[in-house]
């Protein structure tokens, strides 16, 4: 036993080589931590296989340091796409940074903030390996077909490849492939042109200075009084009126002499006289101005001016020169006529057409809708039958700058950079124009 157990034990030939111990500096592939055992990450790091776009290639030259590759194991390119239209104003250019990740042979596109486009910037898609068309043995876009200069297919968008960065080209040239020189990148013509062509507001056509409606109305009218007929002759009662445009009431102060002061009537709504069989409304603060009659009660009075410069401006700027301060004292004589009293109708609308129109929208029709109480317009394409709508084009544009005289067939009326042609009127807006244009209502 001793002879065997003798012959087992290293000569002092193998101590000096190799020592006591034959691996005295064995690696622990597992370490302890608050008593859970876990894999030693430096071990598992160290023992990870390199990937395929990192290994030493034979005609590629030599292999970049390898701490300079787990560093920027990433290809960066600067490129741009079109979107083709029918003019410049559809016609774009968007820029974009691909990136390619040499670990997992995987592409991210983003693309960059740029101020004022329209567009919602950011990731395109992140990390995906791209489909390479109508090719055998390579299935995916590889960092060899990336080159400035060149044109790539990225899920059906063509990206035009214009620059590198610094790594970008060592890495390719070191790996044999000759890298062109930059491109500029070119500008959005969409966006040269606003440059070019700042943002005004549009000048309206027939427009005088703007101004806003006051939230008082003062007027002067007068009524022939029957039944006080001194010595064969009427009384002339004159009646300075205030309308409120916020709730459409009315109030009278008496101004014939030595009646100065007195109140006629109380703030108050009132009754617009229309015929039995339509509903009943109130008169509103754009159904009275100079020249034309209110029936107070069953009393005919004939608005003849306006008692404040606030008024005659702003009456001047909706409904044009209605000055009746010297009219004839046989309007009063002949009264109003019958045909005097008619009920408006809340919305105006129109066909027409857009002038100078793009070849997009060249030959529709539009109809066009103008609200009188909200002082809004609507505007949406004429459908396959006449005064049918389709799709809108413009909703709730503020027309309060417009007067309502302007809303007329023949006239062209712009709406931001649209200039729209009113052909022609419905039936309903059709009579009230006429009944408008007659002597007794100008």
């Known amino acids: 036993m001793s002879s065997s157990n ?7 030939d193998i101590l000096e080589a190799f020592g006591s111990d034959p691996n005295p500096h064995r690696r622990h592939r597992l370490k302890y931590k608050n008593g859970e055992c876990f894999v030693n990450e430096e071990e598992l790091v160290q023992s990870y296989p390199k990937q395929n776009s990192l290994r030493y290639s034979g005609n590629a030259g030599p292999l970049l340091h390898e701490a300079e590759a787990a560093d920027s194991a990433l290809l960066s ?86 620059s590198c960065d610094a790594f970008t080209r060592k890495y390719l040239e070191e790996h044999g492939i000759k890298v062109n020189e930059n491109e500029e990148l070119p500008e959005d013509p969409w966006l040269v042109r606003r440059r070019g062509n700042p943002r005004t507001a549009p000048k309206l056509p027939d427009q005088r200075e703007f101004i806003n409606r006051p939230a008082m109305l003062v007027y002067r009218c007068c009524w022939l009084d029957h039944m006080n007929d001194f010595h064969g002759c009427r009384m002339k009662r004159i009646f300075k009126l205030f309308v409120y445009c916020v709730d459409h009431t009315v109030a009278l102060i008496e101004e014939t002499k030595e009646y100065e002061g007195q109140l006629f009537l109380k703030r108050i709504e009132l009754p617009y006289p229309i015929h039995p069989e339509m509903p009943r409304r109130n008169y509103r603060w754009w159904d009275i101005r100079p020249g ?151």
Request: net charge negative; with cysteine.
């Open 77 to 162: 390119f600067d490129a741009y796409a079109e979107e083709d239209g029918l003019d410049e104003e559809i016609h774009r250019i968007r820029i974009f940074k691909i990136n390619y990740h040499l670990c997992d042979d995987t592409i991210t596109v983003n693309e960059p903030f740029v101020d004022n486009t329209g567009y919602l910037h950011g990731r395109i898609f992140r990390r995906q390996k791209v489909p390479a068309n109508n090719r055998i043995g390579k299935p995916y876009i590889h960092w060899s077909d990336l080159n400035v200069g060149n044109d790539v297919n990225l899920f059906e968008t063509i990206y035009r490849i214009t």
């Open 292 to 442: 034309v009659w209110i029936d107070v009660f069953c009393r005919p009075m004939f608005v003849f001016e306006c008692a404040t410069e606030e008024t005659k401006n702003f009456i001047r700027q909706q409904f044009g020169e209605t000055d009746f301060a010297h009219y004839s004292s046989q309007i009063l004589e002949d009264g109003p006529p019958a045909s005097n009293f008619f009920n408006s109708p809340s919305i105006l609308r129109f066909r027409c057409s857009m002038v100078d129109a793009p070849s997009i929208l060249y030959g529709l029709h539009f109809i066009l809708s103008y609200d009188v109480n909200r002082r809004i317009v609507n505007i949406v394409e004429e459908g396959r039958k006449s005064w049918t709508g389709g799709r809108v084009f413009l909703k709730d544009v503020d027309a309060a700058t417009f007067s309502e005289n302007q809303f007329a067939p023949g006239r062209i009326l712009q709406f931001f950079k649209w200039r729209f042609n009113l052909i022609q009127c419905d039936q309903e807006t059709e009579k009230y124009l006429k009944w408008k244009s007659t002597p007794h209502n100008k």
């Open 6 to 12: 003798s012959s087992d034990l290293p000569t002092e």
